[in-house]
Structure formats: structure tokens, C-alpha cells
């Protein structure tokens, strides 16, 4: 056994075959974390002591990070004892992972090649997560996806949307053989893009179907009233095609600047051209007092960072849940 610390003075136990995250969520605590497989980067540490195992590849790692120390609880398993300086979130405490049972409630086609799913859980089951989760859905044939919650918690049901992939093993299952009452399994809820609330201004990004959790969590904000009205929220969605925007924020007591962007527009297009994080970063003249939430694309979140930081948003104010390969 190996005794792993945050500077925040978190202490728990490892050992060399479970990794940093695994084990702090064993022991009842919670560090950021998204994919789970190396990819999307949001579980990034620094080792401050002692050495760690590679379990998976830490593929979101550059090679100077790697000089700098910097792990990914994802991947790494303690070799000795080690000091990280992860920060624990306390908001996830209480909220269990569990495996659930669901059956289809109903499959609605909202766009060329997006669905809106509605699953059910049984009578006296429930789900307890926070709005910008997302669960894995475990398909007839045992193949397991994510998908981000798009509604808030308090709802009987669950809804997601999902896009079409081509060669797609479950996408296949989705678009040709789903049904309604089908029997499905869920595992959930998972990761830590949820509402952190430290500042007044809020900007949301979202490409595609990444539009799920904001919608998860701007629908939260509405029902609580916006916070008291103090909030100010812009809202950039990029899609490539204008039918690909099928919701719109209906919020009555948040105030919502809601920006549609095609990445190519026409000359009938009325709304924004070009990408998310380059149309919000030409309206954003001050990053006092704002966070960032985006969710989609790798490609967008990465770029996003690098030019929000670069123009003075702190990198500890950007959250974000990337789409990744399973
Ligand atoms: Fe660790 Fe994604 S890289 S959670």
C-alpha cells in the first residue's frame, strides 16, 4: 500500500495497480476527471514527490509537461508515496456511481442525424447527479458509451442526445434497432463538468451535441432563478449545418445572450460564422470575474483554451468535457 497526498492535505491509500483517480474515488473523494482514458487532459496534475506507474498511455500529455512532472491521475498508479496537488471537489460528495437498469420512454429524431433519448429508470430507482454529468449507456450487445445529460436531476427521466457515427457499433443499434420499452443498462453519473458558480459572467461553448450538459446546466440556473439575476450568461453553439440546431435556451429568469455559429455560413445565415471559441473570443474584451464551461470537440476545447488563457482567462476558470474515443 502507498500513501498518495494532495497539498490540500488529502490522504488516502493507493496501490500500484489502481490508478491516482480510481483510488481517491475508492477512498470518497473526488478529483476532476472526464474520459478516463488518457485523452481529454482534464485530470492533469503535477507529482510533487515520489514516482508513479503508467497503467494507460497519457496521451494528453506533451513531452514538456512530462518534463514538468505532470501526470494524469487517469493513467498513473502510485510506485511510492507521492504528494499531487489535485484539488478535491467536494460538491460530488454523497453523489454514487451506480449501475442502473433503464428502459427506452421514447426515440425522437430532431435533426438530419441527431436523436433525442428518453430513457426511464424503474419505479424506485433513482439517479442522483449534478447538471453537466454524463452516464455510460451500456447497449444490448455489451458495447458501452458516454453521453451527457441534458436534463436536470429533479426530472423522472433522462434524456439524451445522440449523434449519428458512421461504422458506429451502437450507433447502429440506436438508429436501426432501438425501440421504445427496449431494455438498456446505465452506469452513472460520471465526470466533473458541473456548475462551479465563482463568478458573475459565465461563458458556455458548445459544439454539436455538446449542447447537452449546458442545456442541463443553464435549465438548473433557470429554475433557481438565475442566482438572484446576477448572472450574465453568453451562450456560443457551433453546428456545420443551420438544421443542426435543435434546441434554443427558453430561459425565463436567466439572462441568456444566446449565439448561434456555423462554422460556413451563406448569405441568408443570420447568425454568427466561423468557430465557437473565435467568435467568442472576438466579443470578450474582459475576463474579470468570468468561467468557462465548453463541451464538444477535442479539437475545440484545446484550441478554446489556448486562446481564452492567451487573452487572460485563468486556466483554473476553464471547465470542460471533451468528446474522445471510447
Ligand atoms: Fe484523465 Fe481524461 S485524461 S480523465
Redesign the pocket.
Known amino acids: 500500500m502507498m500513501n498518495i497526498k494532495t497539498l490540500e492535505n488529502i490522504e488516502y491509500e493507493g496501490n500500484s495497480q489502481t490508478s491516482i483517480l480510481e483510488s481517491a474515488r475508492n477512498s470518497g473523494y473526488n478529483f476532476e ?11 492533469k496534475t503535477s507529482l510533487l514527490k515520489g514516482e508513479v506507474i503508467e497503467l494507460q498511455d497519457q496521451v ?1 500529455l506533451s513531452g514538456v509537461e512530462i518534463a514538468n512532472n505532470r501526470i ?4 498513473c498508479a502510485p510506485k511510492t508515496d507521492v504528494l499531487i496537488d489535485a484539488v478535491e471537489l467536494s460538491a460530488l460528495a454523497g453523489i454514487e456511481i451506480k449501475t442502473l437498469p433503464v428502459r427506452i420512454n421514447s426515440i425522437m429524431k430532431v435533426s438530419r442525424n441527431i436523436i433525442e433519448v428518453e430513457l426511464r429508470l424503474p419505479p424506485t430507482a433513482s439517479l442522483n447527479f449534478l447538471e453537466g454529468q454524463f452516464i455510460d449507456v451500456i447497449g444490448p450487445n455489451g458495447v458501452r458509451r458516454s453521453y451527457s445529460i441534458a436534463n436536470m436531476a429533479d426530472e423522472k427521466t433522462i434524456k439524451l442526445y445522440i449523434k449519428k457515427v458512421e461504422q458506429g457499433v451502437l450507433s447502429k443499434y440506436w438508429f436501426n434497432e432501438a425501440k421504445k420499452s427496449d431494455l438498456l443498462r446505465i452506469e452513472g453519473p460520471k465526470g466533473t463538468f458541473f456548475f462551479r458558480g465563482k463568478c458573475k459572467k459565465i461563458v458556455c461553448l458548445a459544439t454539436g451535441t455538446g449542447i447537452a450538459p449546458i442545456k442541463s446546466i443553464l435549465d438548473r440556473l433557470d429554475k433557481q432563478h438565475g442566482c438572484g439575476n446576477e448572472l450574465e450568461v453568453a451562450l456560443y453553439w457551433g453546428n456545420r449545418s443551420r438544421e443542426d440546431f435543435f434546441w434554443q435556451p427558453s430561459c425565463k429568469n436567466l439572462n441568456v445572450n444566446y449565439y448561434s455559429v456555423l462554422s460556413r455560413g451563406d448569405d441568408s445565415w443570420q447568425g454568427r460564422v466561423g468557430y465557437v471559441q473565435d467568435v467568442a473570443g472576438e466579443d470578450i474584451q474582459d475576463y474579470n470575474d468570468t468561467e468557462v464551461y465548453a463541451c464538444g470537440s477535442l479539437q475545440m476545447i484545446e484550441s478554446a483554451k489556448k486562446a481564452l488563457t492567451a487573452r487572460g482567462l485563468p486556466d483554473t476558470r476553464f471547465y470542460a468535457d471533451a468528446f474522445v474515443s471510447s
Not at 476527471?33 to 485530470?43: I, R
Not at 494524469?72 to 493513467?75: A, D, E, G, V
Open positions: 476527471y472526464s474520459c478516463e482514458n488518457g485523452q481529454c487532459g482534464v485530470c494528453a494524469l491521475t487517469c493513467c
